[in-house]
């Protein structure tokens, strides 16, 4: 079973920058497709970017070129780092397998971008 655990949200200004991290337990990360996924109010959980166990990563149209996804598996975690942040950025983000387990949900961390 994996557990996750989403912390680094917070209300940032647009234009400024925010590192998520995702504590995994359960001694499977490093063979794990993993993903960040974000819902904004009123809308559905989208994926935001995905990585691999060989770490070939993929993004949503609407982040490239401004977040970055990145894992250490030492230590368990999983990262995003998020550059360039727009309002339209504002969301709940949530880290899960990818594809994602219905199991594997946490609370997520919110993200707030406004000025």
């Known amino acids: 079973q994996v557990q996750l655990v989403e912390s680094g949200g917070g209300l940032v200004q647009p234009g400024g920058s925010l590192r998520l991290s995702c504590a995994a337990s359960g001694g499977i990360f490093s063979i794990l497709a993993m993903g960040w996924y974000r819902q904004a109010p009123g809308k559905e959980r989208d994926m935001v970017a995905t990585i691999t166990r060989s770490l070939s990563t993929k993004y949503a149209d609407s982040v490239k070129g401004r977040f970055t996804i990145s894992r250490d598996n030492a230590k368990n975690t999983l990262y995003l780092q998020m550059n360039s942040l727009k309002p339209e950025d504002t969301a709940v983000y949530y880290c899960?397998?990818?594809?994602?387990?219905?199991?594997?949900w946490g609370k997520g961390t919110l993200v707030t971008v406004s000025s």
């Open positions: 899960n397998t990818f594809p994602p387990g219905a199991d594997f």
